[in-house]
């Protein structure tokens, strides 16, 4: 169903590192922006600063140290066992650094969204700033995509791109991209907590549509 609901859709965040795009998803939630809530935050690094973000917002955060269990088939069977506990409707991925079995990715299909930094399907992976860099791309940016079970190549429900500069290095460009990130991410999620988006037979419809391409925001957009 299409348009706003009532209750806001459950959320399971995970993460791995200091969480600026979990940041940016608790900070919609607080202006009643995002159209979920956000029940728990998950991470596999115990260090991770996303678990004191998520703390000091008051939301649940554990940890689930991967380094504990003998395969990635273990620990992803204890993260399904720990997800499960909150019943999200929506399983958000905020610089979550494990590649996911496809038992956890089946279980999940169409609930899960990813944050990556390139305009997919350029740069799948990692040093996505560096190797845009190399190739002399005219424009880099980040997109949201659904996860399936192909890395980084799930459909694409939205990018936002910018200019790379002829001064630019990673890390000044890695910041712009991750400023646009930060607006791109809680715009997906609401869609999909208010209905607005869903994954059928492997493709992403927005506002009852078949998206063909993804929705594209420019720099002009803040």
């Known amino acids: 169903m299409i348009g706003k609901v009532d209750t806001p859709l459950p959320i399971v965040v995970l993460v791995s590192g200091r969480g600026s795009n979990l940041q940016s998803l608790i900070d919609a939630e607080r202006r009643g922006e995002l159209g979920g809530r956000i029940e728990a935050v998950i991470s596999n690094r115990p260090d991770a600063f996303a678990l004191e973000r998520a703390r000091r917002a008051s939301i649940t955060a554990e940890v689930?140290?991967?380094?504990?269990?003998a395969d990635r088939t273990c620990f992803?069977?204890?993260?399904?066992?720990?997800?499960a506990v909150y019943?999200?409707?929506?399983?958000?991925?905020?610089?979550?650094m494990r590649i996911l079995t496809p038992d956890f990715i089946d279980r999940h299909m169409g609930r899960m969204l990813n944050i990556h930094p390139s305009l997919l399907p350029e740069f799948r992976g990692l040093d996505t700033h560096?190797?845009?860099?190399?190739?002399?791309?005219?424009?880099?940016g980040c997109s949201v995509h659904f996860v399936t079970?192909?890395?980084?190549?799930?459909?694409?429900?939205?990018?936002?791109?910018?200019?790379?500069?002829?001064?630019?290095?990673s890390d000044?460009?890695?910041a712009r991209v991750l400023r646009r990130e930060h607006i791109i991410y809680p715009?997906?999620?609401?869609?999909?907590c208010e209905g607005r988006l869903w994954l059928k037979d492997s493709r992403a419809y927005l506002n009852g549509k078949l998206l063909t391409e993804p929705f594209l925001l420019d720099e002009k957009h803040q």
Not at 64 to 69: E, G, L, M, Y
Not at 152 to 169: M, S
């Open 149 to 169: 079970n192909d890395l980084d190549a799930g459909p694409v429900v939205i990018q936002a791109r910018v200019k790379v500069e002829p001064d630019d290095d």
């Open 172 to 174: 000044r460009l890695a």
């Open 187 to 192: 715009l997906a999620v609401r869609w999909f």
């Open 130 to 140: 560096r190797r845009a860099l190399a190739a002399g791309v005219a424009y880099h």
């Open 64 to 69: 689930i140290d991967h380094k504990a269990f």
């Open 76 to 83: 992803d069977r204890e993260l399904m066992n720990r997800i």
């Open 87 to 96: 019943q999200p409707g929506l399983i958000a991925m905020a610089g979550f």
